[in-house]
């Protein structure tokens, strides 16, 4: 069964960091893209950063640099390193894969085909 599996997730203080992983079964990336949503309690899930399995490019919708997506192809996994963490990174985290349309300008925003089920990132202040 092709399916995405995220880790990582966790309890930590405002200013600490956290990795959280997504792990590719079934399928490999090829020239997917792959990423990173977030859906903070009592709103809708928003993205946090995509990245180009084929040219590894990415984009981050915050501009503060706290995000770092990185792929790991030998392993078939993609990591979101989140640093500075603040009370309003509270959220449940996905991660999902499908096609790359990262040069039309979408801003990670287009159908995937696979998601995870999430981790849950709590950050007390």
């Known amino acids: 069964e092709d399916e995405v599996v995220e880790y990582g997730g966790g309890w930590v203080q405002a200013g600490g960091s956290l990795k959280l992983s997504c792990v590719a079964s079934g399928f490999t990336f090829d020239d997917d893209a792959i990423g990173w949503f977030r859906q903070p309690p009592g709103k809708q899930r928003e993205p946090v950063s995509c990245?180009?399995?084929?040219?590894?490019?990415t984009y981050y919708t915050d501009s503060q640099g706290r995000f770092t997506i990185t792929i790991d192809d030998a392993r078939n996994a993609v990591y979101l390193q989140i640093s500075s963490l603040k009370p309003e990174d509270t959220a449940i985290y996905y991660c999902a894969t499908g096609s790359d349309l990262m040069d039309y300008g979408l801003g990670c925003q287009w159908e995937y085909d696979h998601w995870g089920r999430g981790t849950q990132v709590a950050v007390s202040s």
């Open positions: 990245i180009s399995a084929s040219t590894g490019a």
